[in-house]
């Protein structure tokens, strides 16, 4: 069984297999057929809430595989993984293994606070996951993950102003398959996967999936008095899903969905004064295995999500009415030392990870809950036009406790603040495609919004000792949004397309600084109107392709997150505009039967435009380079986006090579992203440099009597780069850093 090249194709596990590469390649849809295969394969995506052709689909969309992905994420890392491994895709975080934070062509938002919303949206399992916490929910088992680039605010609505993350978990199906794997690694890392699906009756399927990943600590504490070996770094993460299938008719169908997770982990390991001053180095003697904490022992993160959904789906001929409901809650508690010290100003520099003012806080999200449903009719397939139309409603109830304590109490609490947020939205929609000729098709939709958001936050308790008091807020807004699209064939192999499309974010509310008796900010909708034309090509032999766009948008009131210099506050603002543009390539290339070569590149210029609006720079120790205002505030007119590189790379490289009666194969990835930002103003020291990491994979795939079989060897950053990622915004150099080399061994066996 060749798994590149001319490969007897047996089941869909096997198909799996074949997509190692990083587009929506695939060696693949012939899992019955059982015939020789070749190059590339029709993938099909869900990017318009139809099943498609991705080559015909309109819009910048690539897709990453079930292999892929568990390529991705074999060291046990979260969905950070797949950052930079698709056109303009970044994800970060500073809130540890969850609250990812995703940039599409460099629209993001850096904030970290639990009522902070985002322009890139997550849909799991067609459930859109609004709150950020609940973006973090471990994908395995999966059939795909999609990333639309661009506004998608017809089919997806408000806060997909960037683009879209919709990942897709392996569905029940009559047919019996079981996948299980097991992988040891670094830092005593284990990965234990089990999957089991098949019918129960006629017309009852199920599937049964499960994660658990677990991790030693490995970071040693040497701050003095309080030295401890292996006390951070550690993690153990649990997730499940259900799914039973019913199809009582060639009409009808119900598919339900249970998840959860229950996930305990280190919050994010922040570092004092790891980078040399008038530089953005890390300074000589940094030791990713060493922090300096007054407070390690107290750095706790624990989460618990859970989730149903139920989707129902009619044929009533011409057309088919489809509902999704989807439950979504989820508890989350969480403390930090964000000083990334020790120390405090009434001592005398004692060292490395030193710090004048210590600063230890926490999070609590001791109740959520959000409830979505969607009703849309489709037509199936009239001739020159089809449509689809529906409603979508979205309500979330959330509490957020924010907290601090004071370290040199040993850790007691001495501040809590009070967060409840009501969020009500509904939208109704339509889209339609008209075929003009066979070769030109013109496609459109539109989308009306509503949104309301209600806020109230106490200050229970001040660290300052400052009264405490109550406060309220509340935004609204109504918009349109939608898109216009034309796609030309214009070979049989190739498509070309334009498309002009209109995305908002909804109205946002910041309360994060009643801790400190500061008051809630809010902020304008944004909107942002984007033009891009690309093309879709593949070779006539098949065994090539290439995709390409080139974009450009303009964000209006573009919704921004100010932090305060050394007081490390919030406050919410709308600069007047930013502009964006850049082009993409995404490509596959069949060398020969045993070698394949994947790439990707992309580039995106951002800019910041408004010469009115001024934020605090860094309280003390780096170098600001944009000009100070008279209040001593920096102006970011002209800045690039927080977080956003200008080129993102991606490339593999697979060889394969018949042994005995399996196939002996060699992977390896590499990704690129160009410098970064951090902050809305510009400094030398937070500045993150080009950062390249590589992963390889070594491993020998046969086959058995119903069953396939795999070990391989693998590594992911394994040269050990060592870069800035992310800082802290407070009194002292204090940043964070990649994830370091890791190696591994894996097992995996697939039954059908």
């Known amino acids: 069984m060749k798994l590149f ?4 194709l047996a089941t869909s596990v096997q198909v799996a297999i074949l997509s190692t590469t990083l587009g929506y390649s695939a060696t693949s849809i012939a899992e019955e057929a059982k015939e020789e295969v070749v190059g590339i394969e029709v993938i099909q995506v869900t990017a318009r809430k139809r099943t498609e052709n991705v080559q015909d689909v309109p819009i910048a969309v690539s897709a990453l595989s079930t292999k892929k992905m568990e390529i991705l994420g074999s060291s046990g890392m979260d969905v950070r993984a797949l950052s930079g491994k698709v056109p303009s895709l970044l994800i970060e975080s500073s809130f540890g ?15 970290f606070d639990l009522l902070a919303s985002q322009p890139v949206s997550l849909v799991y399992d067609d459930v859109v996951l609004e709150n950020s916490l609940t973006k973090g929910m471990p994908m395995f088992d999966l059939e795909r993950v999609e990333v639309l680039r661009g506004p998608q605010g017809t ?7 960037a683009g879209i993350i919709k990942v897709q978990s392996k569905k029940p199906t009559q047919d019996f398959d079981a996948s299980v794997s097991a992988s040891v690694g670094s830092y005593g890392s284990t990965d234990f996967r089990l999957a089991v699906g098949g019918g129960l009756t006629d017309d009852l399927s199920a599937r049964v999936s499960l994660l658990q990943q677990d991790r030693d600590d490995w970071i040693d504490n040497e701050a003095p008095g309080f030295e401890a070996k292996d006390e951070l770094g550690g993690y153990s993460e649990t997730a499940g899903r259900i799914q039973l299938l019913w199809e009582p008719s060639d009409k009808f169908n119900a598919l339900f969905n249970y998840h959860f997770r229950d996930a305990e982990a280190d919050a994010r390991v922040f570092r004092a004064n ?6 953005n180095d890390l300074v000589s003697d940094f030791d990713r295995e060493v922090v300096y904490h007054d407070a390690a022992s107290r750095n706790d993160q624990t989460i618990e999500m859970s989730g149903a959904s139920l989707k129902l789906s009619y044929d009533m001929g011409n057309h088919t009415l489809t509902s999704v409901s989807g439950y979504e809650s989820a508890e989350m508690f969480s403390v930090g030392d964000i000083d990334g010290g020790y120390g405090a100003s009434f001592l005398p520099y004692m060292g490395p990870g030193f710090i004048p003012f210590p600063s230890e806080t926490g999070a609590a999200m001791p109740d959520h809950k959000q409830i979505t449903q969607e009703i849309r009719v489709s037509s199936n397939e009239l001739g020159e036009f089809d449509y689809q139309f529906g409603f979508f409603y979205f309500d979330e109830d959330l509490t957020i406790n924010n907290l601090s304590f004071d370290t040199l109490a040993n850790g007691a609490q001495n501040g809590i603040a009070v967060q409840n947020m009501q969020t ?9 495609d008209y075929e003009l000729s066979n070769k030109l098709s013109l496609n459109g939709g539109l989308r009306y919004s509503n949104d309301e958001r209600d806020w109230d936050g106490t200050l229970v308790q001040s660290p300052f000792g400052a009264p405490s008091f109550s406060e309220k807020s509340s935004v609204d807004d109504s918009q349109v949004s939608g898109d216009l699209s034309l796609s030309y064939k214009w070979t049989d192999e190739t498509n070309v397309y334009g498309r002009i499309a209109r995305g908002y974010r909804a109205p946002s509310i910041q309360g994060r600084n009643l801790l400190f008796s500061g008051n809630a900010t809010t902020a304008d909708s944004e909107t942002v109107l984007s033009a891009e034309t690309g093309f879709k090509t593949v070779s006539s032999d098949n065994m090539a392709r290439l995709d390409g766009a080139v974009f450009y948008y303009q964000v209006s009131d573009q919704q921004l997150t100010a932090v305060g210099g050394e007081g490390n506050l ?55 380079t944009d000009p100070i205002r008279g209040d001593g505030q920096a102006i970011i007119d002209g800045n690039s986006l927080p977080q956003s590189p200008e080129w993102i790379s991606n490339i593999a490289l697979r060889w394969s090579k018949e042994v005995q009666n399996g196939e002996l194969y060699v992977y390896s990835d590499w990704s690129y992203r160009s410098k970064v930002n951090f902050f809305l103003y510009e400094s030398t020291e937070f500045t993150g440099d080009a950062l390249l990491e590589g992963g390889i994979r070594v491993g020998y795939q046969w086959s058995g009597e119903s069953a396939d079989y795999e070990v391989a060897a693998f590594g992911r950053n394994i040269t050990d780069e060592e870069q800035l990622t992310g800082a802290i915004d407070f009194n002292n150099l204090t ?18």
């Open 735 to 752: 940043g964070y850093v990649n994830e370091p080399v890791f190696w591994g061994l894996e097992f995996k066996a697939d039954f059908y």
């Open 424 to 432: 009500t939205a509904w939208a109704v929609f339509g889209s339609w």
């Open 97 to 111: 293994r969850t609250f990812p934070r995703f940039y599409i062509r460099g629209l993001g938002n850096t904030d």
């Open 274 to 279: 790891i980078i040399k001053p008038g530089t």
């Open 570 to 624: 919030a406050r919410l603002l709308n600069a007047d505009k930013a502009v964006g543009y850049g082009f993409e390539l995404d490509g596959e290339w069949f060398i020969n039967a045993d070698l394949v070569l994947t790439g990707s590149l992309s580039y995106n210029h951002t800019e910041l435009q408004d010469g009115s609006i001024g934020v605090a720079p860094c309280g003390g120790g780096c170098t600001v």
């Open 5 to 8: 090249g001319r490969t007897t």
């Open 155 to 161: 089919l997806f609505g408000r806060n997909t102003t």
